[in-house]
């Protein structure tokens, strides 16, 4: 093993300083975390009118769905890549950019980074309005 490859298997990214520079990582890091703040929201959205706890367990069923359409649609990441616009959906891009990452390809850019990182957060603005706005008539949150 090479001195400063901190990889123990050869499978995945590799984290030393010439393979895996620093925009490598700053496009992984900000795809995941535009992705996670996503999720939360969705997940806010999806259970903050539920009933009971097994009514907000059967609506999370759907976005385990959506996770298997997701992991389908990466299957044609090579078609995706060359569409300019699907860095503007707003799980798509980020998946096919951290996708690159990981495989090294060079055609994971930080722009693309970018501009897939904003069109997470907007929807991610909109979804936690949408949860604000549901939680009002409940007078769940006080003013």
Known sequence: MRPGNFN????????????????????YAVGLLSLSLLIAALLLVLTVDARSLRE????????????????????????????PWTALLPV????VNILDVIQGRPHGTVGAAVTAALANVTLTGALFALAWRLFRPAHLLRT
């Open 56 to 83: 907000a367990q059967s609506r999370l069923s759907l976005l385990g769905v959506s996770t298997s359409v997701m992991s389908v649609v990466l299957q044609f990441a090579d078609v995706l890549r060359e569409v």
């Open 92 to 95: 798509v891009g980020t998946l």
């Open 8 to 27: 123990p298997l050869p499978l995945g990214p590799s984290f030393s300083s010439s393979f895996f520079p620093a925009w490598k990582l700053l496009i």
